[in-house]
């Protein structure tokens, strides 16, 4: 963890300058390309054009470096400089509106996370490939997931220098946060979400500012919750005595479809785990260690199970640590491999007794695709 302080004015600048250089040289290169500042290699990443899906086979450690963390991104990537940024706190349960440079932010306490971000929609390309039913939206398997180590202030202390009144209600949707990219892409959370200590405005990703594809200077940190809610590139958080509706709570976000006869706006992830090797992976016989992450939305991960011959029986892997709740845990499984074609299933619960489900309703969006996934072997 870093010692407070570590993050300077002068840091933010250096990274605000290199940023906006290579920002401009992002420009020229490939279409793709313009959309992030950040390279995004084939080696690295699936490219689902602005969004950059990680190959999770090629992440060695527990954290995810900057290099490696998916990319999903509604516009291109804003280059905002840190000299004129603001952070505006406003709106009627409000005792008095904010505006916060990145150096006020940093006087205040700060604190430091390990957690995932996730996209909702990761695994969504499943249910196509699975139960033959499109979902619209971004094909993900399961690389549009990264775990970091964020450093920021707690939303909830920032929420109290505005002074929040007293009969706000807690638990429906009011806390409104806004990103500065061209599309002002919104979500709301609720008070009790906001005032967890683990729900954070960043500045710090892995102890380096963050990156500009991933929120530069400031981006939020909602443990557990839709990745949505991470709103990258902050701008603007607005308290609300009422429920604020956008469009990522009414349209997008929802579970919507024949097994849901009222729209759900979606707030947790769901409970997964997945294997780190390419999709349709070719191996040669013999004895593999395999390898692969699992992670829940509100434990820790206590057993991952898997099956190598498509669900009859399952054998536990072990588990090593870090194991940290809401960010994830990595197993391995020794394999003696033998020649032909396999799947390998894995099957993760969590310390409060929540199991990745047989099966999951279809969505029309493509949310939550939790089912153990036969994740294709071929042994030479
Ligand atoms: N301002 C802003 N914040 C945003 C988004 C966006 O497009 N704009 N995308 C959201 C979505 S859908 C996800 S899954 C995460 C992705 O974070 P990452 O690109 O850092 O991996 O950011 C969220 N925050
Ligand atoms: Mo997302």
């Avoid at 992440?59 to 995810?64: F, K, N, Q, S």
């Avoid at 949505?228 to 929802?254: F, H, L, Q």
């Avoid at 898997?306 to 990595?330: C, H, K, M, Y």
């Avoid at 074609?341 to 279809?362: E, K, Y």
Wanted: hydrophobic content about 40%; some cysteine; proline content about 7%.
């Amino acid at each position: 963890m870093y010692e407070q302080g570590s993050f300077t004015r002068r840091r933010f600048l250096a990274t605000g300058a290199a940023a906006l250089a290579a920002g401009s040289e992002a420009v020229a290169q490939t279409p793709a390309q313009k959309l992030h500042v950040k390279p995004v290699p084939a080696e690295i990443f699936i490219d689902h054009g602005i969004n950059q899906e990680t190959r999770l086979e090629t992440l060695r450690g527990y954290l995810t470096p900057a290099s490696h963390f998916f990319v999903r991104s509604h516009a291109a990537s804003p280059v905002l400089d840190v000299r004129t940024w603001r952070l505006r706190v406003e709106g009627n349960a409000l005792e008095r509106a904010l505006e916060l440079t990145l150096d006020d932010l940093l006087r205040l306490p700060s604190r430091s996370v390990i957690c995932f971000v996730e996209c909702a929609g990761n695994g969504r390309g499943f249910f196509k490939e699975f139960m033959g039913k499109v979902a619209s939206g971004t094909q993900w398997r399961l690389g549009g997931i990264g775990v970091a180590e964020w450093t920021g202030v707690p939303l909830g202390a920032v929420l109290e220098l505005a002074g929040v009144k007293r009969d706000t209600p807690r638990d429906i949707l009011n806390v409104l946060v806004e990103g500065l990219d061209t599309v002002k892409v919104n979500r709301p959370m609720s008070l009790i979400k906001a005032f967890e200590d683990d729900t954070l405005l960043a500045y710090a990703f892995n102890g380096e500012p963050v990156p500009l594809d991933h929120g530069f200077p400031l981006r939020a940190i909602v443990p557990g919750w839709v990745g949505i809610n991470n709103i990258k590139w902050v701008g603007r958080i607005e308290v609300r005595s009422g429920a604020i509706d956008v469009p990522t709570t009414t349209k997008t976000y929802v579970l919507e479809g024949p097994d849901y006869p009222n729209k759900v706006v979606l707030r947790q992830q769901t409970i997964k785990s997945a294997v780190a090797l390419p999709w349709g992976a070719v191996l040669a016989a013999g004895r593999h260690r395999v390898r692969g992450f699992a992670w829940s939305p509100s434990g820790r991960i206590s057993r991952v199970e898997v099956s190598l011959d498509r669900g009859s029986t399952w054998q536990p892997a072990s588990l090593r640590e870090p194991n940290i709740a809401r960010a994830w845990a990595r197993w391995e499984l020794d394999w003696d491999a033998r020649p032909g074609d396999h799947v390998i299933l894995t099957r993760a619960t969590d310390d409060r007794g929540n199991s990745q489900p047989a099966s999951v309703p279809w969505n029309a969006q493509g949310y939550g695709y939790n089912v153990p996934v036969p994740h294709p072997v071929k042994v030479t």
